[in-house]
């Protein structure tokens, strides 16, 4: 597609309950990062793909977070049991980005676009 | 971790005004540096991208620049326009990972 999209736009749900938020990479991106932005700050990294793999999940709050991406492309967001404090932006970004090779002594660029967001409300 | 700090949080200037946008990081060990624009309830737009081994970065009236042994990077804007209104984030990754720590933004709002 023509930029990274995310689905639903918002999302209402009740505490206790199971969510799950899609982003749509730009084709051919290899990399996908997802983020949460809370009212007043800055996005805050969750988890971070190469292809199918989570490359580094080290931002994921806890085990009701979990995120796939089984096809190299599509990811899903996952959120078990909501609670109020889960309520955020979900941001997911997608990258050319491939990661350093062997021999390399600096990082490429790592250029990330952003798709819209998807407001969840814990309530 | 890496702790990003961006200064002012908030920015009001008259049309036309240069203006600087200052953002410090505690990990000087950094690869890649961004600069986004996010206007409310949108995502984020990229507008520069610094390589640690750059100095600066220019696109339009927009120059970025990295001090990377002061770990300090700045978002010049020539000429500010009303249409420039809009959050200013920075963010940057560190050696020891692929991932990007996020400033809190400098709301910035060019009055006509």
């Known amino acids: 597609g023509a930029g990274v999209s995310q689905t639903p736009s918002n999302k209402v749900t009740e505490k206790g309950k199971y969510v799950e938020l899609r982003c749509d990479p730009i084709s051919g991106h290899t990399a996908l990062y997802w983020y949460r932005q809370s009212l007043g700050q800055g996005p805050e990294f969750l988890i971070y793909f190469q292809g199918t793999g989570a490359a580094d999940d080290s931002g994921l709050p806890n085990d009701r977070f979990f995120a796939v991406r089984p096809e190299g492309s599509v990811s899903t967001l996952k959120i078990q049991r909501t609670e109020r404090g889960d309520s955020a932006v979900y941001l997911c970004?997608?990258?050319?980005?491939?990661?350093?090779?062997?021999?390399?002594?600096?990082?490429?660029?790592?250029?990330?676009?952003f798709g819209a967001g998807t407001r969840l409300s814990v309530l | 971790k890496q702790e990003v700090t961006q200064i002012p949080a908030a920015l009001s200037v008259p049309e036309g005004e240069n203006l600087v946008l200052n953002c410090s990081f505690t990990d000087s060990a950094i690869y890649n540096l961004q600069w986004f624009r996010q206007d409310p309830g949108k995502g984020l737009t990229s507008l520069l991208l610094i390589q640690s081994s750059q100095r600066e970065q220019t696109s339009g009236r927009l120059n970025a620049s990295l001090d990377k042994s002061s770990g300090r990077s700045t978002l010049y804007i020539a000429a500010s326009q009303p249409g420039d209104s809009a959050t200013y984030l920075c963010a940057s990754d560190t050696n020891t990972g692929n991932q990007f720590y996020f400033g809190t933004g400098t709301s910035l709002t060019v009055i006509p």
């Open positions: 970004a997608s990258s050319q980005y491939v990661g350093r090779k062997p021999g390399q002594t600096d990082r490429p660029k790592n250029i990330q676009y």
